[in-house]
């Protein structure tokens, strides 16, 4: 099976850029692709705690409806819990639904991935 | 991971390592660059035990060691505190 790796910079401060990686991970998991996305640098703020509840923009559903979605479907997801300290946050914050992982696991998903893509 | 480096109990419980590593304390990326430098400091056969506790080590070790052509010959978890055992393939 192929399969797609898609790594998401972009936090809750640019919501616009925040459902993209949910969206092609669900519909890659209805084609039979599998999907992983890892958050780093401001992405981790989608994967705190009550974050994504309050994210809703124009007529899409809440980001919180979306990363359920994707959860439901087999969306894997990997957070750099390391990239909390860039920002002051406190580590440990996040969704259970998240693997904690770091600079060797990124790594080796994008060699194995067929494709990486980057929001 | 495969099958012998699941659980704490196989029976492997009683590996003695040639050289041991704390990690406990460190963070991403620094496990894998400790472990790296000290599998070095053995010879290819030998065992390094690696202890840490940042909860990125847990993927990234077993990562780091399948890509580096180690092999995990255990893996435990007690609480925060996770222990490798691995061995030096080349």
Known sequence: MSTILYVQTSGVDTPERTYAPFILGTTARAMDIEAEIFFMIKGITILKKGEAEKVKIGSFPSLKDVIDQAIKAGVKLYICEQSTQLFGMVRGDFIPDAKVAGAGTLNDLSLDADSVITF | ?90
């Open chain 2, 1 to 90: 991971m495969d099958a012998t480096t699941e659980g704490g109990t196989s029976y492997l419980s009683d590996i003695a390592p040639d050289a041991e590593l704390d990690c406990v304390g460190l963070y991403c990326p620094l496990p894998i660059a400790r472990t790296k430098e000290e599998i070095e400091n053995i010879e290819v056969g030998q065992v390094l035990k690696v202890e840490a506790d940042d909860p990125a080590a847990e993927e990234d070790i077993a990562r780091w060691a399948k890509r580096a052509g180690h092999q995990v010959l255990k893996f435990d978890k007690s609480g925060n505190l996770m222990t490798f055992w691995i061995k030096r393939l080349k």
